[in-house]
């Protein structure tokens, strides 16, 4: 089954970056678009971004542009997540997405189709 495992997650200051990542196995890493996820505590879960299966196309939420950067490493089968100039507000579970597309959807940011675990980012201000 589909497994992806997430970590990098931490506690950091305001204006610090962290560096996530996700491992997938059982799928076909290479032609699957994957994403980034994030839930806070009393909140709705919210897309964050989105990588197509060449690496070619992403998307992102308004709220990281140009702070996160997603990018993959397909021979590893993994996913990243390089997060720079942290804000509280950004402090959430962080998950690994994998879509059923190889691309990303007009709805990359609503859903979903495997989930990992997740790992938690505290930015303290």
């Known amino acids: 089954q589909v497994q992806l495992v997430e970590s990098g997650g931490g506690l950091v200051q305001a204006g610090g970056s962290l560096r996530l990542s996700c491992t997938a196995s059982g799928l076909n890493f290479d032609r699957t678009a994957m994403g980034w996820f994030r839930q806070a505590p009393g909140k709705e879960r919210e897309g964050v971004s989105c990588?197509?299966?060449?690496?070619?196309?992403?998307a992102y939420a308004g709220s990281v542009k140009g702070r996160f950067t997603t990018s993959r490493d397909n021979e590893k089968n993994t996913l990243y997540l390089q997060m720079n100039s942290l804000k509280p507000e950004d402090t959430a579970m962080y998950y690994c997405?994998?879509?059923?597309?190889?691309?990303?959807?007009?709805?990359?940011?609503?859903?979903?189709?495997?989930w990992g675990q997740g790992t938690q980012v505290t930015v303290s201000s």
């Open positions: 990588i197509s299966w060449s690496g070619t196309n992403t």
């Open positions: 997405a994998a879509y059923e597309r190889d691309y990303c959807s007009v709805s990359w940011g609503r859903s979903a189709s495997n």
